[in-house]
């Protein structure tokens, strides 16, 4: 278990280790409380703002819950797609809440970085920053099979 931890939060693993610490606190958290930031402050601050949002309020369970549409990103025809909506609309961030996304591939780019640096013992060299970076791709595509069932169900 010593040696698990090592690698873990070895300097080529320590960051995405965090970040999954991180994304588990913020699951568990939202869970408990279900993110219903409610902030009621009395401050007079006088902005002129142009927003497009509906009532001019936003609260931060609705920014938690955001979820691509793929109507939203292909909303024009006439002009080409960029290459960021591509990526998302291919790799399921599009028609799944974010977060759900995001932390399916964090985590999945997290075991394959572990695995892999475990396996090569090459988590305390510079090779192995060759490897976090070279596992980027895999764990989009891996991001990708996980996630495609999940579609159906929050369409829903």
Known sequence: MEQIIHIAFSPINRVLSILVIILIVYWLFTMVSGVDFDFDADVDIDIDVD???????????????T?????????????KLKWWQIVFIYFNFVGLPFMFTFTCWIFIWWLCTVIVTSITYSFNNSFSYILFLAGILPSLILTKLFTTPFKGFFKN
């Open 51 to 65: 927003s497009n949002l509906e009532g001019g309020n936003i609260d931060f369970s609705d920014v938690a819950n």
């Open 67 to 79: 979820k691509l549409n793929k109507e939203d990103v292909v909303r024009d025809r006439r002009k």
